[in-house]
Each structure stands twice: as C-alpha cells, then as structure tokens.
C-alpha cells in the first residue's frame, strides 16, 4: 500500500479523504462497516511509547470501535500503516471477549489477578497479531 500522509484539520484534506477510503475499504473487508465507528488522531506521541502507533480504545460493548492514531504511524511505510489498521480492526472485533476476560480477571483473587492479566494481554496481542497476518495477506492486493 502507498504510504498514509496524516491528516490536517483542513476541511479539504486529500489525505484525510485517501485515509478515510483506506478506513472503510478495511471496515468493508472485515464486514464492519455497519459498526458505530470513531476515529481520533493525537497531536503527540506519548514520550514514554515512542513506537505506539494506534490503540484500540473502545471500551463499550456492542458494535463499536474507536481507534485512535499517533504521529508515528505516519513515519511507517504503507504495508506497516495497513497491517496497523487491520491490527486494531481485529481487536475491535474480539473486544466483548476481552471485555469478559477483564472482568473474569477483576473477580478473582489479587493473588491470581497479576499474572492473569499478563497472560491475557499476551495471549490477545498474540491471536490478534496471528489473524492481522491472515487477514493483510488476503487483502493485501485490494491497496495497490
Ligand atoms: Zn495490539
């Protein structure tokens, strides 16, 4: 895929237009596109994840999402930029499960709490970054 420029806050913004395209030809792919969908961009980088380049922050069950992006995803190439936005798509997609998780998690034990919540974070960033793989490589062509 070409490269992302980031978006300005301009109303005509090509790149914001080509982002957006980018956005819902993904959403379509992974058949989200019906979903309440919010997309945020930070002005900074957080000093302390200097490599973050997008979370996925929704926290509401339901069909929603909302990914937010920072400055440094608009260093990465475009094969990085898509396997991102997939990445995040897929952790929308899962994000009741996690939710389950999470509260399965704060019920236990504190004694259990700790390293249940690493082996939860791992284990999702793990599947997550296992279907994000199939998922580019099916859709990889429709961004050339
Ligand atoms: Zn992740």
């Known amino acids: 895929m070409k490269q992302l420029k980031r978006p300005t806050k301009a109303k005509e913004c090509p790149h914001q237009k080509r982002f957006n395209s980018v ?3 993904v959403a379509e792919a992974l058949h ?11 002005d900074t980088q957080p000093e302390d994840r200097p490599n973050l380049l997008a979370v996925n922050r929704c ?4 069909r929603r999402l909302w990914i937010v992006f920072y400055p440094a995803l608009y260093e990465c190439d475009g094969e990085e930029q898509l396997r991102t936005i997939i990445h995040e798509y897929v952790h929308a997609l899962h994000n009741p499960y996690v939710q389950v998780i999470g509260q399965m998690i ?3 034990h504190e004694a259990d709490r700790r390293w249940s919540e690493m082996i939860e974070t791992k284990m999702n960033e793990h599947v997550t970054d296992h ?11 429709r961004f050339r």
């Open 106 to 108: 704060d019920w236990s």
């Open 131 to 141: 279907l994000t793989s199939a998922i580019y490589d099916l859709i990889k062509d």
């Open 32 to 42: 989200l596109e019906h979903w309440e969908a919010r997309y945020t961009q930070e």
């Open 59 to 62: 926290v509401s069950e339901g």
């Open 23 to 25: 956005l819902q030809a």
